[in-house]
């Protein structure tokens, strides 16, 4: 199963560079503690890396059943 990316937004891009602030809203994230559930991507990764102070990022297992 593909992994998954859930990314919470803990900290205000208010006061970072424009670039930081487009980073955090093409991730989807708008309001502080909102949580989006992104495909684990090479290019998800990169932004996630450039905003790493400004969120926190889990590892999750798209679930599902075999049946």
């Not at 992994?3 to 093409?26: A, E, F, H, M, N």
């Not at 684990?40 to 400004?54: A, F, T």
């Not at 969120?55 to 075999?66: A, D, L, P, Q, R």
């Amino acid at each position: 199963m593909p992994k998954k990316l859930k990314i919470k937004l803990v900290k205000s891009p208010i006061g970072y560079s424009w670039d930081q602030k487009d980073t955090v809203k093409r991730l989807g994230l708008r309001k502080l503690n909102q949580i989006v559930v992104k495909d684990d991507l090479p290019q998800i990764r990169g932004m996630i890396r450039k905003v790493r102070h400004l969120v926190e990022v889990e590892e999750i297992e798209e679930g599902g059943s075999n049946a």
